[in-house]
């Protein structure tokens, strides 16, 4: 059973930056590959970014790609979302999620078994 926590969200201004981090806890949590996705008001959740648990390959969204970066630290249990430039359309509750299996592309939130609670970003001036 693992267990997933993310923190970092907030209010910043358009341009701006933050970084989210997904404290992963639980049964050999570095055996798991681990997205993010995010879900804005009236939307379905959407697959932002994944990491692989192998070789830490990265996959992002056309939406986000060049201007966030995912990463581990598989010493700290953690895996960080670094924002850059973000944008008032980058608004929403943002989650952490793990899965046994290192897919090739950006897979939906079924194919996750585990996840956090959320973290909230809101890019507004």
């Known amino acids: 059973q693992l267990q997933l926590v993310e923190s970092g969200g907030g209010l910043v201004q358009p341009g701006g930056s933050l970084r989210l981090s997904c404290v992963v806890s639980?049964?050999?949590?570095?055996?798991?590959?681990i997205g993010w996705f995010r879900q804005a008001p009236g939307k379905e959740r959407e697959a932002v970014s994944c990491?692989?648990?192998?070789?830490?390959?990265?996959i992002y969204a056309d939406s986000v790609q060049g201007r966030f970066t995912i990463s581990r630290d598989n010493a700290k249990n953690t895996v960080y979302l670094q924002m850059h430039s973000l944008k008032p359309e980058d608004t929403a509750i943002y989650f952490c999620?793990?899965?046994?299996?290192?897919?090739?592309?950006?897979?939906?939130?079924?194919?996750?078994?585990?996840w956090g609670q959320g973290t909230q970003v809101t890019v507004s001036s």
């Open positions: 990491i692989s648990s192998s070789d830490g390959r990265t």
């Open positions: 639980g049964f050999t949590s570095d055996y798991y590959a």
């Open positions: 999620a793990a899965t046994i299996v290192d897919y090739e592309t950006l897979v939906g939130e079924d194919h996750y078994d585990y």
